[in-house]
């Protein structure tokens, strides 16, 4: 293939031949379409000469796209193949909002996640084997493993529920790549099903760290803006800004859950629905349940009346051993004391990720084993 036509595979983008977009055939059970991430990084942008663009190879001298995967607010995700070896991978093109974020500067948010990828090296947190360039400033690409599909693409495709081994096997490596991100100082702030991803193999993968954040101890001031609204932790929607891992954890809760009824837990139309339907299913923050909620910000705006133990949800959407449909998952009652520690109010009270991973609901009963959906992907 000569250069011109390499250029040109690479810069069409016509989705009317057989590389149509992989996101137009995914299959979705969702109600509702899920609510956008706010962000603090809106069109804020780098000098443009990075030292990690520096001797990038060509695009087109190394990789032949295969299809574009999917499009998000930060990319464009491609399936190609590696010229030399044929090895498949993930380009994702870095997505510039505008004329003038070409002309002046890198996207932070980009910048970001390539660092934070950089920096975190572990089996359960996808890797960058390198950066790619083509002829304009507005193509660089991040090569990638390449995954077949999401977490929330696998729950959709798999007919009926999760057995506990499988549920136990997702969990523990969603939780040792959360752990180690944790344990590098690193917040992810955006982790969802869909920000997961699943290899052939058994392998999943946190991805999508364009708002991960660095922390310390004591705790600086951060954006509460992060986190899709379904997967917000309580103490960011009342204005926590020195926030630190527990955000993640409560996150982690919400895709437990996910994982159990093959549906999103809280499905918030706005932050104080949102709130509501947290107070509706783990309580009401209290001195004991919650004893630093009145310092919060925006603690005094509302009053919520204050439930029995008897009405909350929790324990009616995942009762124990007595799952509710034929798609929810059996859950034992160390699943469920792991589920309600990790949809803690307090974030103080709220599990970590390695007091999680020691936690006997992976040491007792039956052993973690590899989802049988995995074999279904393509």
């Not at 058994?202 to 364009?210: H, K, N, V, W």
């Not at 997967?231 to 994982?259: H, K, N, Q, T």
């Not at 051993?321 to 009652?333: E, I, K």
């Amino acid at each position: 293939m000569q250069a011109a036509g390499k250029r040109d595979r690479w810069d069409s983008s016509s989705e009317d031949d057989e590389d149509k977009p992989a996101k137009s055939k995914r299959i979705s059970k969702e109600k509702k379409p899920l609510p956008t991430t706010v962000t603090d990084d809106r069109a804020t942008t780098l000098p443009f000469h990075n030292p990690l663009l520096q001797g990038c190879r060509s695009v087109y001298e190394t990789y032949d796209r295969i299809s574009r995967v999917s499009e998000g607010t930060y990319g464009i995700v491609w399936k190609a193949k590696d010229l030399a070896t044929d090895q498949i991978v993930a380009l994702k093109q870095i997505k510039f909002e505008s004329v003038a974020d070409q002309q002046e500067g890198f996207p932070v948010t980009a910048l970001r996640e390539i660092n934070v990828l950089l920096a975190l090296s572990h089996e359960s947190i996808v890797n960058v084997k390198e950066m790619v360039v083509g002829d304009g400033v507005d193509k660089v690409f991040m090569v990638m493993e390449f995954f077949e599909m999401d977490l929330k693409d696998g729950i959709s495709r798999f007919d009926g529920a999760l057995a506990q081994s499988e549920l136990k096997n997702i969990m523990q490596q969603i939780l040792a790549g959360t752990h180690h991100m944790h344990s590098k100082w690193y917040l992810h702030r955006d982790l969802k099903t869909s920000n997961i991803l699943v290899h052939r193999s058994g392998r999943i993968a946190l991805a999508d760290f364009g708002l991960a954040r660095r922390f310390q101890e004591p705790r600086q001031a951060l954006t509460q803006l992060v986190v899709t609204l379904w997967y917000r932790a309580p103490e960011l929607l009342f204005g926590e800004s020195c926030y630190g891992p527990a955000v993640d954890m409560w996150s982690v809760g919400c895709i437990f859950g996910e994982l159990i009824s093959k549906d999103a837990v809280l499905q918030g139309q706005g932050e104080l629905d949102q709130i509501d339907q947290i107070f509706s299913l783990v309580g009401v923050p209290n001195e004991t349940n919650w004893p630093l909620f009145e310092s919060l910000p925006n603690a005094g705006l509302f009053r919520w009346k204050p439930k029995k133990a008897q009405e909350l949800l929790l324990p009616k959407k995942f009762p124990i051993a007595s799952p509710v449909s034929a798609n929810q998952a059996f859950l034992d009652g160390n699943g469920y004391n792991l589920l309600s520690r990790l949809l803690t109010l307090d974030p103080d009270q709220r599990v970590s990720a390695l007091e999680a991973l020691e936690h006997p609901y992976f040491s007792q009963g039956v052993k973690p084993q590899t989802p049988r959906f995995f074999s279904t992907s393509s």
